[in-house]
């Protein structure tokens, strides 16, 4: 049963990476539904301020910005203590923060090891620890975002691909663990948008979407709905990744 707009104004959401791209997309729609957001971000500080300002002309202390280094780990018990500090409880977390690039086997370091690992592995894990007690008070809900290419690997992405299966791997084992109070699922984001650093060509990225059963481009709202639902609606469903790729995933 979908819940009362009064009831909703109470749940609160943490979005991590929410100052750019699909964090702010997401924390905007859970924003507009009725949630109050906690927008977490490292070098966006702009882009969450930005967003920040427009939530709370909407409805007035509705959203916060936090910053943090994930790499870091006592960040991920700031960012909890920050959030209930503000709003008193919290409900829904989303791990999107991500880093993304290429670390083709002969050029690898342990630094690239450490970033990829630690924003797309470590961060979400450890966040997930310090959330889960004020989760299991509201039954909440975490969403992990994950990666389509955690199940079909790029070329000279190794690192990455594996922290991806990795989170994976963390969604459906915390949906066990911290069953039945909160639910845990993952979504897996197919061509949403390209990397911000050496975006394809326009021929390359014409091959690609031709490879699309869907035919198009998706949109970081695509992401941010599906979001909303795994966190807010479905409360039958745990344990599972939902792709949005438009169909990539099947052929």
């Given at each position: 049963?979908?819940?009362?707009?009064?009831?909703?104004?109470?749940?609160?959401?943490?979005?991590?990476g929410?100052?750019?791209?699909?964090?702010?997309?997401?924390?905007?729609?859970?924003?507009?539904?009725?949630?109050?957001?906690?927008?977490?971000?490292?070098?966006s500080?702009?882009?969450?301020?930005?967003?920040?300002?427009?939530?709370?002309?909407?409805?007035?202390?509705s959203?916060?910005?936090?910053?943090?280094?994930?790499?870091?780990?006592?960040?991920?018990?700031?960012?909890?203590?920050?959030?209930?500090?503000?709003?008193?409880?919290?409900?829904?977390?989303?791990?999107?923060?991500?880093?993304?690039?290429?670390t083709?086997?002969?050029?690898?370091?342990?630094?690239?090891?450490l970033?990829?690992?630690?924003?797309?592995?470590?961060?979400?894990?450890?966040?997930?620890?310090?959330?889960?007690?004020?989760?299991?008070?509201?039954?909440?809900?975490?969403?992990?975002?994950?990666?389509?290419?955690?199940?079909?690997?790029?070329?000279?992405?190794?690192?990455?691909?594996?922290?991806?299966?990795?989170?994976?791997?963390?969604?459906?084992?915390?949906?066990?663990?911290?069953?039945?109070?909160?639910?845990?699922?993952?979504?897996?984001?197919?061509?949403?948008?390209w990397?911000?650093?050496?975006?394809?060509?326009?021929?390359?990225?014409?091959?690609?979407?031709?490879?699309?059963?869907?035919?198009?481009?998706?949109?970081?709202d695509?992401?941010?709905?599906?979001?909303?639902?795994?966190?807010?609606?479905?409360?039958?469903?745990?344990?599972?990744?939902?792709?949005?790729?438009?169909?990539?995933?099947?052929?």
């Amino acid at each position: 049963m979908q819940q009362a707009v009064s009831d909703l104004g109470k749940q609160v959401a943490l979005v991590t990476g929410a100052g750019h791209r699909i964090g702010a997309q997401i924390a905007a729609t859970l924003h507009a539904a009725g949630m109050r957001v906690a927008l977490h971000y490292r070098n966006s500080a702009r882009g969450a301020n930005e967003l920040a300002a427009r939530c709370n002309a909407v409805r007035d202390a509705s959203a916060i910005t936090l910053r943090a280094d994930l790499l870091e780990l006592p960040a991920a018990d700031s960012l909890v203590a920050r959030t209930l500090e503000e709003f008193g409880n919290l409900d829904l977390l989303v791990n999107n923060a991500s880093s993304f690039y290429p670390t083709p086997l002969a050029e690898i370091d342990e630094a690239q090891w450490l970033d990829l690992i630690g924003t797309n592995l470590k961060a979400p894990l450890f966040l997930s620890r310090a959330a889960a007690p004020h989760l299991h008070a509201s039954r909440g809900a975490i969403v992990n975002i994950v990666d389509i290419h955690a199940h079909r690997p790029l070329p000279d992405y190794s690192i990455y691909c594996a922290a991806k299966a990795g989170l994976v791997a963390i969604t459906r084992s915390l949906a066990r663990e911290l069953a039945p109070q909160v639910r845990v699922n993952g979504v897996a984001p197919g061509t949403i948008l390209w990397p911000e650093e050496n975006p394809p060509d326009a021929e390359q990225s014409s091959r690609l979407i031709a490879r699309i059963p869907l035919a198009r481009q998706g949109g970081t709202d695509d992401i941010a709905r599906t979001v909303l639902f795994l966190g807010r609606e479905a409360s039958y469903v745990t344990g599972q990744i939902i792709n949005v790729d438009g169909g990539s995933s099947l052929v």
